[in-house]
């Protein structure tokens, strides 16, 4: 992958659609091109150890959710399962009905992909282009709540949502979604909209067209990386969210994949091949997502240089 | 470019609204309307099925200086931030120089080091408890496999932080990502400068490279701060606080206060004390930002 590139600082206002491959071959890489054989072999030698650093917890991870419960609880540690226990993951699967997690998962994941697409190109659409009485205002008020602990609104929201029964359904979950899409979305998307060359505008507004026309034939059609950027995070969010599914869903038969998992814990709290072979399974649809989009990953980070 | 005309400029403010409506509710009911909220809750004594009285400043009054836990808890978080923070931040600079360089198999080693990054909160959390396992777990094996003593991790009151720390410094690799993007985008003519003066590899990184970093050094220096203070799920899933309240992060007293002690207005009084303390500490930064931040041209988006 060499698209590795824009920077923090142009992104304002780049000429340019999304980061141009060409960068990577950049000054700092230039500048160190040819340093001593030697500092070239200690640096393959770090470089390795750091990976294997990063790499042993998912070697653990895996070795531990593939072995018996005798052979987990060996020492010391042993790093090839003998047998290979495939039986651990639908056994654990099974055990807790991860399917409905599962099924609650994916159906939140699809209201608030839908929510956060359509709104949040709207909104971003209207920040980047439209001209209207306190734009600017809103548009401020939107960014520094992105500074705001979400301690301060969890009690009121939660407290909302309770007036109003939503309490054990997945609207706490999914609403918020339909509102704009979160304002990292609306700020990642106005950023790349930034990027569209205004003329393509005049050009629909000259046909006689409406906004609405430059939305959905320019802006749209365009839009599509920041789209997938969005969608890509906004997938691995819900997916991994925590602290909402705990707040608000406490009958089993609406727990989430994430949430299912916590509470896995503490009915097997010593069946550790379990519980690694549940993690392992919850996990791995999101690193396939990473190779898939990996590009777009990278561009979405360093396209707004926000995402904590 | 040309302005349009009256009929369409009026035509751009309806759209406008009309396109900007999901958003301004969005502020209006899940972030303003709270903000209020919570800070009228602040000012009683509401607990859930309980009497709502307002007792003024009453709450923030009892928690500064009457509530150990919270001492405890902003302690215990404080620490943490200390510690993670900087040394995530110093790792992922290094490693963003390390991946800056030409070496084979670049995207490989930059897929490696972001992998952590995407694993889900609740699955790292269960891998980082079986890690930690003083019996059985990768870490303890390892350093018995180098002849070194083990540890009990986050079972003991005194490595317990220091073992989320080391937790925390796996899980950096947006960090890195921004890091490596600010590196790629320092101005090449300051280093060929700086070779014609006769300028060494050292001269280069710590007269060019490290000022030339140092917006996103700050950057990243406040969202890591802002994102440790609100620590959370270590302390549910995998300490429950302890052992004796040694990882009761501020956020996870909240939580605990709010919603399984039902003490509405206390919690939101806690809620606002982290706001301020935040807000303080991203003050302070910025203040002392003039002093060590460099921009080049001066205008940053």
Request: proline share 6%; charged share 10%; with cysteine.
């Amino acid at each position: 992958m060499n698209q590795v590139t824009s920077s923090v600082n142009s992104s304002e206002t780049p000429q340019h659609p999304l980061p141009q491959p060409e960068r990577s071959r950049s000054p700092a890489t230039a500048t160190h091109s040819k340093p001593f054989p030697l500092s070239r072999v200690v640096l393959y030698i770090v470089l390795i150890i750091g990976s294997v650093l990063m790499l042993l917890p998912f070697a653990w991870l895996i070795r531990s959710s593939l072995m018996g419960t005798s052979q987990i609880f060996v020492f010391p540690p042993e790093w090839i399962p003998s047998p290979f226990q495939w039986s651990n993951y639908p056994e654990a699967l099974t055990s807790v009905p991860f399917g409905r997690y599962f099924m609650n998962t994916f159906m939140i994941e699809v209201c608030v992909l839908a929510g956060v697409m359509l709104t949040s190109i709207v909104s971003a659409f209207t920040f980047a282009r439209l001209r209207w009485p306190g734009r600017n205002l809103i548009f401020s008020l939107l960014i520094g709540s992105m500074m705001l602990p979400y301690a301060v609104t969890l009690i009121p929201t939660f407290v909302m949502w309770r007036e109003l029964g939503g309490l054990n359904t997945f609207l706490p979950l999914i609403v918020p979604a339909w509102f704009g899409g979160g304002a990292f979305n609306i700020f990642l998307m106005r950023q790349f909209m930034l990027t569209v060359p205004r003329d393509l505008d005049e050009a629909a507004y000259m046909d006689g067209g409406t906004p609405l026309t430059v939305l959905w034939r320019v802006i749209i059609p365009l839009s599509s990386p920041a789209l997938i950027v969005i969608g890509i995070f906004t997938f691995i969010d819900v997916w991994n969210d925590f602290l909402g599914p705990i707040i608000y869903l406490s009958d089993e038969k609406h727990f989430t994949l994430a949430l299912g998992l916590a509470t896995f814990r503490g009915l097997n709290n010593t069946n550790w091949p379990y519980l690694m072979a549940a993690s392992s399974t919850i996990l791995a649809p999101i690193v396939l997502i990473f190779f898939i989009g990996q590009r777009y990953f990278i561009e979405g980070i360093t396209l707004t240089g926000i995402k904590g | 470019m040309k302005r349009p005309k009256s009929g369409m400029m009026r035509m751009e403010r309806n759209w406008g609204l009309l396109f900007a409506l999901p958003a301004i509710l969005g502020l209006m009911i899940f972030t303003i309307g709270p903000i209020v909220a919570s800070f009228v809750f602040s000012l009683t004594n509401w607990t859930i099925g309980g009497q709502m009285t307002f007792i003024g400043l009453d709450n923030y009054r009892t928690i500064l200086t009457e509530d150990a836990t919270f001492s405890q808890s902003m302690f215990v978080t404080t620490y943490y931030a200390l510690g993670s923070v900087p040394l995530g931040l110093a790792a992922a600079f290094i490693i963003a120089l390390l991946l800056n360089q030409k070496v084979r198999g670049l995207s490989v080693f930059r897929t490696i080091y972001y992998l952590p990054t995407i694993v889900p909160s609740i699955a790292n959390t269960m891998l980082w408890l079986w890690m930690f396992n003083p019996d059985f777990g990768l870490l303890n094996s390892l350093l018995e496999g180098v002849g070194l003593p083990g540890s009990k991790w986050i079972y003991d009151e005194n490595t317990a932080i220091p073992s989320l720390i080391m937790m925390s410094t796996w899980g950096i690799g947006n960090t890195v990502i921004i890091f490596l993007a600010g590196l790629q985008s320092v101005p090449t003519h300051l280093y060929e400068a700086a070779e014609v003066d006769g300028g060494n590899r050292w001269h280069k990184f710590f007269h060019i490279t490290i000022p030339s970093m140092t917006p996103t050094i700050f950057f990243n220096l406040v969202m890591s701060l802002i994102s440790t203070f609100q620590a959370f799920n270590q302390a549910y899933v995998m300490t429950n606080g302890g052992p004796n309240n040694s990882t009761l992060f501020y956020v996870f007293y909240l939580w605990r206060t709010a919603f399984t002690e039902t003490k509405i207005g206390y919690a939101s009084a806690l809620a606002w004390i982290l706001f301020f303390v935040i807000m303080v500490l991203t003050v302070l930064i910025f203040s002392t930002s003039k002093k060590w931040v460099h921009y080049e041209g001066g205008e940053r988006s």
